[in-house]
């Protein structure tokens, strides 16, 4: 059985570390969720590598019930909170998000350390029902609340606030995706309760299955989906100008044509993983004539395209809205930092936004 253990914890850091390679090698230019989704499952294959190193060696590896392996296990947790976040919500993550989002580890991370300054001991258990009987013990309390942990970030999936103008997936993916969380940590959960072997073997059939499951849903089943039209949201000034954009649609004859009337009607600009090749697919024709068509409307390239778009939206939005929260008017059009809004703002209109509109 311990040689079926091994052989199996090899076989999980493999077929993760495939994966991981996978969806990195599949990731679309300027897409951050699948660059997120495969370091994730890189991580796991450290793990799986260590585990099976220790093994080899003849030595134990440490008991999943220790404090440092739970605390593990709620960094594991909270990083496929990630990658939803950034499939649903392309552009929310940012450095300020993501420290607040892995703040309560750390939070615990700091309790952890405090207690082992007081003095507090952490006997090894080798599982939760070993524990039980200690139940007093500061430690076993500690432990008790580290797994709960474990389990409750699985329902932050529902609360991910979805883009108002570009969606990367829709509800299904995002209940598949969820139902396959809550079963990688409900075999956790198992393998905490009982440290038999045979469990601890299937456990790792079962996380590496959910991994390559969700990377297959990733490659093959998210698809993205163009915004519909909504006429609340579209930054026409008049009837009279949709009426214009009609007339030159029908006569449209020429790519110019086609990428300004398509911009005007999609706003797709406002994905912040809009890409050259994406574009060019969404038109119908290849990277180099789009390229070119870009060159003939004046501008240099196409992140010259995008941004002057993107920062024509802004001034719209703050003018007609009188919104003066930048931040999140720099993320609804479609950037994915404050810097590089703001970067970009001054070298379209040779001012900061302060500067600009305090006239």
């Given amino acids: 059985m311990k040689s079926l253990y091994l052989a199996t914890t090899f076989a999980a850091a493999i077929a993760c570390l ?3 390679l996978l969806i990195f090698a599949r990731r679309k230019s300027g897409e951050r969720s699948r660059i997120i989704l495969s370091f994730i499952v890189f991580f796991s294959v450290i793990s ?5 190193y220790v093994l080899c060696n003849g030595e134990v590896p440490e008991l999943v019930i220790s404090a440092p392996m739970l605390l593990v296990a709620i960094f594991m947790v909270i990083s496929y909170i990630m990658y939803p976040l950034e499939v649903i919500s392309p552009g929310y993550l940012n450095v300020w998000r993501v420290i607040k989002l892995y703040s309560p580890l750390l939070f615990l991370i700091l309790i952890y350390n405090v207690l082992k300054i007081f003095g507090v001991t952490f006997p090894p258990y080798h599982s939760l029902l070993e524990m039980l009987p200690h139940f007093t013990r500061i430690d ?3 432990r008790f609340f580290l797994v709960v942990l474990v389990f409750t970030p699985v329902f932050l999936i529902f609360t991910i606030p979805y883009t ?5 997936t829709d509800r299904v993916w995002m209940m598949k995706y969820t139902i396959c969380f809550i079963i990688n940590t409900i075999a956790y959960i198992i393998i905490l309760i009982s440290d038999h072997l045979i469990i601890k073997t299937l456990y790792y059939y079962v996380s590496a299955g959910c991994s390559i ?3 297959y849903m990733e490659l093959f089943e998210r698809l993205i989906k163009l915004p519909e039209s909504n006429t609340a949201e579209t930054t026409y000034e008049d009837s009279k100008e949709a009426e214009y954009i009609e007339e030159i649609e029908e006569k ?5 044509e086609r990428v300004v009337i398509y911009m005007r009607h999609t706003l797709d600009y406002r994905n912040p993983d809009i890409s050259l090749n994406s574009m060019a697919a969404s038109l119908y024709t290849n990277r180099t004539t789009l390229s070119k068509a870009l060159r003939e409307l004046g501008y240099t390239n ?7 778009l993107r920062i024509e939206d802004f001034i719209n939005r703050v003018k007609n809205e009188q919104i003066y929260n930048y931040q999140d008017i720099f993320y609804n059009v479609g950037f994915r930092s404050r810097s590089t809004a703001i970067r970009n703002f001054k070298q379209y209109t040779g001012k900061t936004p302060s500067e600009y509109f305090s006239k």
């Fill in 18 to 20: 495939l994966t991981s």
């Fill in 48 to 52: 799986y590598i260590r585990r099976f």
């Fill in 140 to 142: 076993v309390w500690f």
């Fill in 252 to 256: 449209a004859n020429s790519l110019c």
């Fill in 213 to 215: 499951y969700i990377a």
């Fill in 302 to 308: 196409f992140n010259a395209y995008i941004n002057s």
């Fill in 164 to 168: 108002r103008h570009y969606n990367n």
